[in-house]
Nanobody, 115 residues
């Protein structure tokens, strides 16, 4: 089963940018897609973006045009470039992988957008 480790979170002002990284290790066989979810306090975890093994992408409406997901299959890395950040983007961001029907999650990284 794959293991996921996120990095790149932090505090940023509204309108700023951050780039999250997810490093995958372990068995990579059978991973259909990887992506990012986020969870704000008191809210359910929600999909931000995901990318398939053939690099097809899908985004939540709230981040379309601002966030970009990408991956490097050779290096087992997935990134989330976040631009034009808003206070409502504040959340813990989790890397996710779907592997042969099994969901794997990273430990999460905090993103705070505040002036």
């Amino acid at each position: 089963q794959v293991q996921l480790v996120e990095s790149g979170g932090g505090l940023v002002q509204p309108g700023g940018s951050l780039r999250l990284s997810c490093a995958a290790s372990g068995s990579m066989f059978g991973i259909y897609f990887m992506g990012w979810y986020r969870q704000a306090p008191g809210m359910q975890r929600e999909l931000v973006a995901h990318i398939t093994s053939s690099s097809s992408t899908n985004y939540a409406d709230s981040v379309k045009g601002r966030f970009t997901i990408s991956r490097d299959n050779a290096k087992n890395l997935v990134w989330l470039q976040m631009n034009s950040l808003k206070p409502e983007d504040t959340a813990v961001y989790y890397c996710h992988a779907l592997q042969r029907g099994i969901n794997s999650w990273g430990q999460g990284t905090q993103v705070t957008v505040s002036s």
